[in-house]
């Protein structure tokens, strides 16, 4: 079954700064990657998907997120984050042909003032 | 605006007694899936309907029960909770017209339920 690895359970960043969300996944077949994003009291909302083509893939925001598939990882960036962007994100797989996302286990976002 | 609700926000229930909580939307998805997320750890899928047909995880514990009753609304039913069943449960909802195999569907999650057990 694949899965998924958040490196960082925490990520503190200065307003303004860039910012690197890792996310490496495990799989035997091929995979659909996500970014959702969880603001406080909320539920998921999905910040970008890649399902095929184009390796670099954008999303709301001002997030994009890059598909590596010989390093097996798909991270997060943002180049200039702001204290709105402060949230948990979690990277998601699933595989082709099989209804079954599986979540990592988050990183949080801060971003201070 | 369209939505996936959970009801209620917060629950406490007693070791042992039924509890069941409930998800309901107004996107018109004929996915809805049930997440079991407990702190610092990633949502786990415990069960999803596609229709009407339900289809468990293989490590969901059978305390763990759903009902969809209609494509609107889904249940999610624990028979004897325990301290260990603390936790947010999230449901979501997702579009699938590829027979089950949808993997690419974006998920629309409600705002969960967190449940406490005492």
């Known amino acids: 079954a694949q899965s998924v690895t958040q490196l960082d359970s925490q990520v503190p960043v200065f307003e303004e700064a860039p910012v690197e969300l890792r996310c490496n996944y495990s799989?035997?077949?091929?995979?659909?990657l996500f970014w959702y994003v969880q603001y406080p009291n909320q539920g998921l909302q999905l910040l970008l998907k890649?399902?095929?083509?184009?390796?670099l893939v954008k999303g709301i925001n001002g997030f994009e997120a890059e598909f590596n598939k010989s390093q097996t990882s798909f991270h997060l960036r943002k180049p200039s984050v702001h204290i709105s962007d402060t949230a948990e994100y979690f990277c998601a797989v699933s595989v082709v042909d099989n209804n079954d996302m599986r979540f990592g286990a988050g990183t949080r976002l801060t971003v201070k003032p | 605006d369209a939505m996936v609700i959970q009801n209620p926000r917060y629950q406490v229930t007693q070791f042992g007694k039924p509890v069941t909580l409930s998800c309901s939307q107004t996107l018109n998805h004929n996915v809805m899936y049930w997440y079991q997320q407990k702190s610092s750890q990633a949502p786990k899928l415990l069960f999803h309907?596609?229709?009407?047909?339900?289809?468990n995880e293989a490590d969901t514990p059978d305390n763990f029960q759903s009902r969809r009753p209609n494509t609107s609304f889904c249940f999610l039913d624990i028979r004897s909770p325990g301290l260990g069943d603390a936790a947010m449960y999230l449901c979501?909802?997702?579009?699938?017209?590829?027979?089950?195999?949808?993997?690419?569907?974006?998920?629309?999650f409600g705002p969960g339920t967190r449940l406490l057990v005492l």
């Open positions: 979501a909802t997702s579009r699938d017209t590829s027979g089950g195999a949808a993997s690419w569907e974006t998920q629309y």
């Open positions: 799989s035997s077949v091929s995979v659909y």
């Open positions: 890649y399902l095929s083509g184009s390796t």
């Open positions: 309907y596609y229709d009407k047909d339900f289809n």
